[in-house]
């Protein structure tokens, strides 16, 4: 069973969207319709608010810590079409680093690649463009846009592991044209490229989560998506060349459901939606996905899943989080 660790007021004036907890699981960013994004320190149970940070000018979406070798940054977006990243220049000061602000409509999304490949960000936008930020070798931000990459608008994005073998940059996507789209960086071209698309949604698809991966070259990549029409889909593609996404639905839930987050280690997969809960699931030895725990959400998050999105409403300003191994 997973239990709840902590539960932590924290002193939003309005819905919670979003609470992370960084690489060492000491802190935790929350983000709210009130505009703000707070940061805690969270040790033996309690909470300690170290900034309350505020720059944005609408409900702020979700929040995302970068790897610690580049100091603690936190990338932030919103309704207001900004990214914002913050920087912690000494203990307890935070500072707006950089400011994402070529989208035309509402920022839903944002995911920090893996570290190996530097400070780069991926943000999707409700204006149907995804957002790649850079930090070039100049110490400047550099920002490239893959326009149109869905239909009406981009809900999500996930990045896909850092292979140590080789291979391309890739990510995954999920928009409100009920499709996932796998994108690679063309070195050759230097540009991003649309190189599978996985339809299997009937309704928006509001999450996608790219599984960690602990095979080499010829190990087997996990995707799973989430949607509006109340389904996990599992896909899965096996080998570096492959470009065959194979889709197994995971389970059909009684309501929407938002988001889906995997374990670090890549083994189990929380899903969350608008039945109040988050159910962990866990794949058996025989290929089979099977549900090992229910919780309630209590109207918060649970730690390395978010539980409400741009278009969800949780009714309530305490985040729970909870440890998912």
């Not at 924290?10 to 690489?23: F, I, P, R, S, W």
């Not at 930020?133 to 009406?152: C, G, M, R």
């Not at 890739?170 to 698309?197: A, L, P, Y």
């Amino acid at each position: 069973m997973v239990s709840v660790q902590s539960t932590v007021d924290t002193g939003h004036e309005d819905m919670v969207h979003d609470a992370q907890m960084d690489y060492y699981g000491t802190r935790l960013a929350t983000c709210s319709s009130d505009k703000s994004v707070k940061i805690f320190e969270v040790k033996d149970g309690t909470q300690t608010l170290v900034t309350d940070l505020r720059g944005h000018e609408g409900p702020v979406w979700q929040v995302a810590w970068a790897h610690p070798k580049f100091g603690s940054i936190l990338a932030t977006c919103s309704y207001d079409r900004k990214v914002i990243l913050w920087r912690e220049d000494r203990p307890g000061v935070w500072n707006k680093m950089h400011e994402v602000t070529n989208h035309d409509s509402s920022v839903n999304s944002v995911c920090w690649a893996p570290q190996e490949y530097g400070l780069v960000l991926a943000a999707g936008s409700s204006d149907g463009a995804i957002s790649i930020v850079t930090l070039s070798s100049e110490n400047q931000w550099e920002s490239t846009k893959i326009p149109n990459a869905h239909t009406i608008g981009c809900n999500a994005v996930s990045w896909s592991p850092f292979n140590a073998a080789g291979g391309p940059r890739r990510f995954v996507s999920g928009g409100c044209d009920n499709i996932c789209k796998i994108w690679r960086f063309d070195e050759t071209e230097s540009k991003w490229i649309e190189e599978s698309r996985l339809e299997g949604h009937s309704d928006w698809v509001r999450d996608v989560a790219w599984a960690p991966s602990i095979g080499g070259k010829f190990g087997r990549s996990i995707i799973a998506s989430c949607s509006q029409d109340r389904r996990v889909l599992i896909w899965t593609k096996e080998g570096e060349s492959s470009l065959q996404w194979t889709p197994k639905e995971l389970h059909s839930f009684e309501d929407v459901v938002w988001h889906v987050s995997w374990s670090v280690s890549g083994n189990m997969l929380a899903v969350s939606g608008g039945d109040n809960k988050v159910s962990l699931w866990k794949e058996t030895i025989d290929g089979k996905w099977v549900r090992i725990s229910d919780v309630s959400k209590g109207q918060g998050n649970i730690g390395g899943s978010t539980i409400s999105g741009p278009s969800s409403l949780p009714t309530s300003n305490v985040a729970q989080v909870q440890p998912v191994s």
